[in-house]
């Protein structure tokens, strides 16, 4: 079984400023990573995903996130946010196998980008 | 366009009343997946399907069901017996090859 904890429930953060949304896992088994974007009302968007190789994983909207297995880890950082950036993010995880797709999510960040 | 298509976007219901949502894909997708999203919780996985005519209980699938009777069909429906049914229900597909996995646009569900 694995679990998700984002540390985080909610990031104020000025615009054009960095941010560092975190993310920790625990699992029995390897796991794949994922960073999801969600804007009121809608539904999910991949911002980001690790599967294997490198540790550094950049995704869209200028969003990075870095897997570090020794600390389950799996950090989004972006280094200048700008007011639409405004949401809620997810991380989850997935072990591999049939069991790719079954997601487990934290909690959420939500992220407020103040002009 | 290829997509994840959810039905109604908002859906009422009394007490005591079984309801469906529907989710369609056109991805050509294998798997087919519901979550239940809550303030706070993030998503849950109620029921996933991996191919035709099967399909598998996820974390929460007590007082729900679901069929798969078509590869671009995977309908919830919530019945009376589920105790707290109010939520934001999402539906997600990946291919048999894919490794990403897509989200429909969700169903607000509210027992009145």
Known sequence: AQSVTQLDSQVPVFEEAPVELRCNYSSSVSVYLFWYVQYPNQGLQLLLKYLSGSTLVKGINGFEAEFNKSQTSFHLRKPSVHISDTAEYFCAVSAGGTSYGKLTFGQGTILTVHP | ?112
């Not at chain 2, 298509?5 to 908002?10: A, E, F, G």
């Not at chain 2, 229900?89 to 027992?111: K, P």
């Open chain 2, 1 to 112: 366009d290829g997509g994840i298509t959810q039905s109604p976007k908002y859906l009422f219901r009394k007490e005591g009343q079984n309801v469906t949502l529907s989710c369609e894909q056109n991805l050509n997708h294998d798997a087919m997946y519901w979550y239940r999203q809550d303030p706070g919780q993030g998503l849950r996985l109620i029921y996933y399907s991996q191919i035709v005519n099967d399909f598998q209980k996820g974390d929460i699938a007590e007082g729900y069901s679901v069929s798969r009777e078509k590869k671009e069909s995977f309908p919830l429906t919530v019945t009376s017996a589920q105790k707290n049914p109010t939520a934001f229900y999402l539906c997600a597909s990946r291919s048999e090859s894919g490794n990403t996995i897509y989200f429909g646009e969700g169903s607000w569900l509210t027992v009145v």
